[in-house]
T-cell receptor, first 114, second 115 residues
Framework: AQSVTQLDSQVPVFEEAPVELRCNYS??????LFWYVQYPNQGLQLLLK??????LVKGINGFEAEFNKSQTSFHLRKPSVHISDTAEYFC????????????FGTGTRLQVTL | DAGVIQSPRHEVTEMGQEVTLRCKPISGHDYLFWYRQTMMRGLELLIY????????DSGMPEDRFSAKMPNASFSTLKIQPSEPRDSAVYFC?????????????FGPGTRLTVL
């Protein structure tokens, strides 16, 4: 079955510390991978995406993610977080053959404190 | 560009009433998506259109839900009659290009509360 898993529902971290948000998927076909961020009472904004090519993808706001095909993972990282990074982060996948259907993970709440 | 525009931003209604949510996609985008976000089920795709034609409505929960796209700049999602379990945030998103990897741009959402 095709699925997307974000194991961590919440990740607390201190400001200026590094963070990794985990995303794994299950698929027998190739995929396109996305990370979206949702700030309170706002819509979703694309952070970065992987379609093909280099497995290390850099996005906005200093975030990056690495596609690992053997581990079917697409973890999101930032070397030093800010208070303003506090938000909900969603991993999403398009499984080829499913046309345009984005399948979202359940989200990870990143809480940055001083 | 103003981005994807949704109205209203908040809607409170009573069970049994008709609710209409509206979306204006980004100009030039030929794909439009409707999503629903709840605590229990997360983000779900309800339906999407390409060039104003519904392509996949398999996510529409039941016959009480309907969606239309009469032209390239306007879409509606209607719930009739509404029920308390329909309470959620409804997002509209649009995209240009035929590739699945093209970015979907989301609107700010409509928070629906059905009492």
């Amino acid at each position: 079955a095709q699925s997307v898993t974000q194991l961590d529902s919440q990740v607390p971290v201190f400001e200026e510390a590094p963070v990794e948000l985990r995303c794994n998927y299950s698929s027998s076909v190739s995929v396109y991978l996305f990370w979206y961020v949702q700030y309170p009472n706002q819509g979703l904004q694309l952070l970065l995406k992987y379609l093909s090519g280099s497995t290390l993808v850099k996005g906005i706001n200093g975030f990056e993610a690495e596609f690992n095909k053997s581990q079917t993972s697409f973890h999101l990282r930032k070397p030093s977080v800010h208070i303003s990074d506090t938000a909900e982060y969603f991993c999403a996948v398009i499984f080829t053959g499913t046309a345009s259907k984005l399948t979202f993970g359940t989200g990870t709440r990143l809480q940055v404190t001083l | 560009d103003a981005g994807v525009i949704q109205s209203p931003r908040h809607e409170v209604t009573e069970m049994g009433q008709e609710v209409t949510l509206r979306c204006k996609p980004i100009s030039g985008h030929d794909y439009l998506f409707w999503y629903r976000q709840t605590m229990m089920r997360g983000l779900e795709l309800l339906i999407y259109f390409n060039n104003n034609v519904p392509i996949d409505d398999s996510g529409m929960p039941e016959d009480r839900f309907s969606a239309k796209m009469p032209n390239a700049s306007f879409s509606t999602l209607k719930i009739q009659p509404s029920e308390p379990r329909d309470s959620a945030v409804y997002f509209c998103a649009s995209r240009s290009g035929a590739l699945g990897g093209d970015t979907q741009y989301f609107g700010p959402g409509t928070r629906l509360t059905v009492l």
